[in-house]
């Protein structure tokens, strides 16, 4: 995931606050920055940059794509800057307290993505664009900061699936070329018998293992976007719910019937620290894991 995003090359007037570069999450990287006025270097990303401005408001003027924009941002302003197109020119003008700047691959949509929805591959091209309001990013930054703010043990799951979503979103409504959608039947069958118990077994078997949803639907021998809807049609909860809800089991089963250490139980749940777990763990179950082993062997 270091691979991803240029932003500190870019924003040299800013502060960046955070950064998920630890989550070791897949196709996605998401950094908070503070931005002070002034001009930026010129840049060619080899990622695509979604910038959402959360708190102050500022004027930007940018020449992207041989177009110039001027934009007077607020909150829920975003700027889409594609890769491969140069950004020439980039001015703040005023203090932008507080940004979220996703970055996706270069080409976000993986092919089989762009297959599901009957795309050619070859043809898409995203817009270089300032956007007023945009309810789907702003529901998808608002995931992606409760994420950053407090891990799950399913977040680099959640974060495939949006990222994925994202990438979806983009080419829906923000495409260079006009994208002629498959008519997608509105009701998802269910995934049959066979195929959803392959893929529970899988996950019972590989519930301490790192996975993505597209192992996921590897196992299942389907899309990763067929896949999620006909998982959660037949379970119903996304997979990042139903492996959440196997961990947290996981999670109770080693608290009481092993003496591993927490840090152990915690990394075996996929979480990134104790602390993380400790604070996931307590919201679930009303009290901290240490407590929960106590009051259990006590029982």
């Not at 924003?11 to 006025?37: C, F, I, K």
């Not at 507080?98 to 993986?110: A, I, M, N, S, T």
């Not at 929805?117 to 270089?128: A, E, V």
Request: net charge positive; aromatic share 8%.
């Amino acid at each position: 995931m270091g691979m991803l995003g240029n932003s500190v090359d870019k924003y040299v007037t800013g502060r960046m606050l955070q950064t998920s570069n630890d989550r070791q999450w897949s196709d996605l990287l998401a950094e908070r920055w503070s931005h002070e006025p002034g001009e930026l270097p010129s840049q060619l990303p080899r990622d695509t940059e979604i910038a959402i401005l959360l708190r102050g408001s500022s004027v930007v003027d940018r020449v992207g794509a041989g177009m110039r924009q001027r934009t007077f941002g607020r909150k829920g302003t975003v700027w889409l800057c594609p890769a491969g197109i140069r950004e020439d020119f980039i001015c703040v003008e005023n203090q932008m307290q507080e940004v979220l700047h996703l970055f996706l691959p270069g080409k976000p949509f993986d092919d089989t993505m762009l297959r599901d929805l009957d795309i050619d591959p070859s043809g898409i091209s995203i817009r270089y664009e300032s956007i007023d309001q945009d309810l789907f990013i702003e529901h998808v930054a608002n995931r992606i900061l409760q994420e950053l703010a407090q891990e799950s043990s399913t977040g680099r799951l959640l974060i495939e699936s949006l990222g994925r979503a994202l990438s979806a979103h983009l080419v829906h409504s923000y495409s260079a070329t006009s994208v002629r959608l498959k008519q997608t039947d509105a009701t998802h069958k269910p995934l049959d018998a066979k195929r959803l118990s392959r893929v529970t077994d899988f996950i019972e078997a590989s519930v301490e293992r790192e996975f993505t949803v597209k192992d996921l639907a590897s196992v299942a021998c389907m899309s990763p976007a067929h896949f999620s809807r006909s998982f959660k049609a037949a379970t119903g909860k996304a997979p990042h719910e139903y492996v959440s809800s196997q961990r947290l089991d996981l999670a109770k089963r080693l608290l009481t019937g092993s003496d591993r250490l927490l840090v152990d139980i915690a990394y075996a749940t996929g979480f990134s620290s104790q602390a993380n777990f400790n604070r996931a763990f307590r919201k679930a179950v009303g009290t901290t894991p240490s407590a929960y082993r106590a009051r259990k062997l006590r029982d």
